[in-house]
């Protein structure tokens, strides 16, 4: 079996070959009739589902082994989740299957921008894509995701299950603090925002603060658009500016603020495990959560490898998300799905996206607009 580095070297190798694809107009045929290297795996996988039909859980893991064994024994998965946390799921999959995965990750922004670049250079790609829910939707905006047919999404909230793709797991965006340097922790989204000095926020969270300018502020607290973004404004000047979820936990935990804004639940959750000085319970509701998804691609070469990977990452990989503090999005796990007894918000993909340019810029503005000190890694 290859190794984890091999894989991705291989990958990376890959990635090298599409930027140049992508620099020029995709090929066709000598005949000039357009061919394309592309074939749309929707009647091949609809074969796969029909073979599929009936079959309990185990029988149905069985069929599907044998499938993609004949499909080769190997497949291409692209995503934007961390290496650390990934790759005991992939190593799980792997020695349940006798798979093997050849993995790209990326930013979402990343493996989103080589989909369609792909796709654009007439270059076969991913079998499947698992990345966050915005840059998911625009990918299957695009067409470039396969119809989705599997009793595994039985247990995620019907809200998270669409045609094409459904939610993986959970970014559950919470404000939290330093126990030790703050004995007055923000109880509401306002307190938090008008908690002035020794208050950071991710310089990247535009959905974030679009989803509780519109549908919180707004949609319940019945203020307008200027009022609520006036909020934010007066609270990120002069606040820390910090470069990622991941930097602005740890950072928390270290004590350089008291307050963050927009934490990962699963960080906070891991930190505390370690006897970190941080706390989110009690605070700031309702919790905003943006979701991350898995679909098959739409031109993918190895369907009934990719649907096993899939029901697998809908399935068994959803326990393992729990011992990495992520928050499932199957119910079928205790403690998965949305959070029990928190009051939550959604943010609205397909809104977001048909005014990203909007929020996104208005965010930037306003960070751009501070006069606290950056953080970065």
């Known amino acids: 079996m290859r190794t984890r580095a091999h894989r991705l070297v291989v990958l990376l190798a890959v990635a090298t070959i599409v930027v140049a694809a992508c620099s020029s107009p995709p090929t066709s045929d000598e005949d000039g009739d357009g061919g394309s290297n592309l074939t749309d795996v929707t009647e091949a996988l609809n074969g796969v589902y029909a073979e599929l039909e009936g079959l309990d859980p185990e029988a149905r893991r069985e069929k599907l082994i044998e499938l993609a064994d004949e499909e080769g024994g190997t497949f291409d998965a692209y995503g934007s989740t961390n290496l650390d946390d990934i790759f005991p799921m992939i190593d799980e999959f792997e020695s349940q299957t006798g798979l093997e995965v050849n993995y790209y990750r990326a930013s979402s922004t990343d493996v989103l921008e080589r989909v369609l670049q792909e796709a654009d250079a007439d270059f076969p790609g991913a079998d499947v894509v698992f990345t966050n829910g915005p840059e998911l939707t625009v990918i299957d905006r695009e067409g470039l995701l396969a119809p989705l047919n599997s009793p595994v999404t039985d247990d995620i909230d019907p809200q998270g299950v669409f045609e094409t793709w459904a939610w993986l797991y959970l970014n559950t965006f919470v404000g939290s603090w330093n126990t030790s340097r703050t004995q007055s922790p923000p109880a509401t989204w ?4 008008a908690y002035g000095d020794g208050l950071a926020v991710e310089v990247g969270d535009f959905d974030w603060f679009a ?7 707004m949609a319940e607290q019945g203020m307008s658009e200027d009022e609520a973004v006036d909020l934010f404004r007066e609270a990120v000047n002069g606040a820390a500016l910090v470069d990622g979820h991941t930097l602005m936990a740890e950072l928390l935990a270290a004590g350089e603020y008291d307050v963050a804004s927009s934490t990962y639940l699963h960080r906070i959750l891991q930190l505390k495990k370690d006897d970190a000085p941080v706390e989110w319970e009690g ?10 998804g898995i679909g098959i691609h739409r031109y993918a070469e190895k369907p009934a490898s990719a649907l096993l990977f899939l029901e697998f990452m809908l399935t068994d990989a959803q326990q393992l998300l729990l011992d990495i503090d992520r928050q499932p999005a199957s119910a079928g796990v205790s403690g998965g799905g949305i959070p029990e007894g928190a009051e939550t918000m959604v943010v609205d993909l397909e809104a977001l996206l048909d005014e990203r340019e909007k929020w996104e810029g208005l965010w930037d503005e306003i960070v751009e607009g501070s006069e606290g000190q950056t953080y970065e890694d």
């Open 283 to 292: 605070g700031p509701a309702p919790i905003i959560i943006r979701p991350n």
């Open 211 to 217: 989803t509780l300018v519109k549908d919180y502020f």
């Open 190 to 193: 306002e307190d938090l925002l």
